[in-house]
């Protein structure tokens, strides 16, 4: 069976995805979380995106050297540039809460990002309360367990505000899925970022926000062992699928709506 590799949101960690690759495991699927330069595992070293998928490239290496790459957030934004840079190892694509570019929004980023780096401890103390209110339980000790690493947010800002998602997602011949909850404000594009596709497909989970989406591990593990299980082998990964109900035109690929 193919595995996944998880990729983290900005100043987490792969112990984020914990929960769900523990249960991927019961359903005996091979997984793995990596830590990007700069989190976790990591901190302190200097955050690039290409310092992130080479994280990535290895962490696929090490199991087996072709995997699917699911990531939320950062960690959406980071398999898109993965899948552009080593289409041969990324068997499929599973990018989530990461379908916005808006420039107008930037600079409110960079501001956020600017003022969390001035005092890491603070802000780290601040994410940790929070991440813990909205994801009660397990799901937002996960978060928090790998440690926080506000200081390299603004690098992190910078380098997702430098890389063309959309030409990257056009340039990878694979399969895609774009997974948002209803509630993301990061979903803003989702229509211009699946147009990108060759072959994409948008998932919704209604009533989940950004982070929401993780709320409920089990059946999103259910969600990514099927989608592994539509992975086309090697050398069959471009071709175009027709769509069903829902359809979305445009752009090179097709893609569906569907609701989980």
């Given at each position: 069976m193919t595995?996944?590799?998880?990729?983290?949101?900005?100043?987490i960690s792969g112990t984020m995805w914990g929960p769900v690759v523990s249960r991927l495991s019961l359903l005996g699927r091979s997984a793995t979380a990596v830590d990007l330069p700069g989190h976790g595992s990591r901190r302190g070293e200097p955050f690039s995106m290409e310092g992130?998928?080479?994280?990535?490239?290895?962490?696929?290496?090490?199991?087996?050297?072709?995997?699917?790459?699911?990531?939320?957030?950062?960690?959406?934004?980071?398999?898109?540039?993965?899948?552009?840079r080593f289409p041969g190892r990324v068997a499929g694509l599973v990018a989530m809460g990461c379908t916005a570019r808006s420039s107008s929004a930037l600079g409110a980023y960079r501001l956020a990002a600017s003022l969390a780096a001035r005092n890491p401890s603070l802000a780290n103390?601040?994410?940790?309360?929070?991440?813990?209110?909205?994801?009660?339980?397990?799901?937002?000790?996960?978060?928090?367990?790998?440690?926080?690493?506000?200081?390299?947010?603004?690098?992190?800002?910078?380098?997702?505000?430098?890389?063309?998602?959309?030409?990257?997602?056009?340039?990878?011949?694979?399969?895609?899925?774009?997974?948002?909850?209803?509630?993301?404000?990061?979903?803003?594009?989702?229509?211009?970022?699946?147009?990108?596709?060759r072959n994409g497909r948008l998932i919704l989970i209604p009533r989940r926000g950004h982070l929401g989406v993780m709320a409920a591990p089990?059946?999103?593990?259910?969600?990514?062992?099927?989608?592994?299980?539509?992975?086309?082998p090697p050398g069959r990964c471009d071709r175009a699928e027709g769509g069903q109900d829902g359809v979305i035109g445009g752009g090179g690929g097709s893609g569906a709506i569907e609701a989980v």
């Open positions: 595995p996944i590799v998880f990729v983290h949101g900005i100043r992130a998928t080479s994280a990535v490239a290895a962490a696929i290496d090490s199991l087996g050297g072709r995997a699917l790459v699911a990531g939320l957030s950062l960690g959406g934004y980071v398999g898109i540039a993965t899948a552009e103390r601040i994410s940790a309360y929070g991440l813990r209110r909205l994801l009660p339980g397990p799901v937002g000790e996960a978060f928090v367990a790998g440690g926080l690493s506000c200081e390299v947010m603004p690098q992190v800002v910078e380098a997702v505000a430098g890389h063309d998602q959309l030409a990257a997602l056009a340039a990878y011949p694979g399969r895609v899925w774009l997974v948002n909850g209803t509630r993301d404000p990061f979903r803003a594009d989702e229509r211009d970022f699946l147009r990108a596709c089990g059946p999103l593990a259910r969600l990514l062992g099927d989608l592994c299980d539509q992975v086309e």
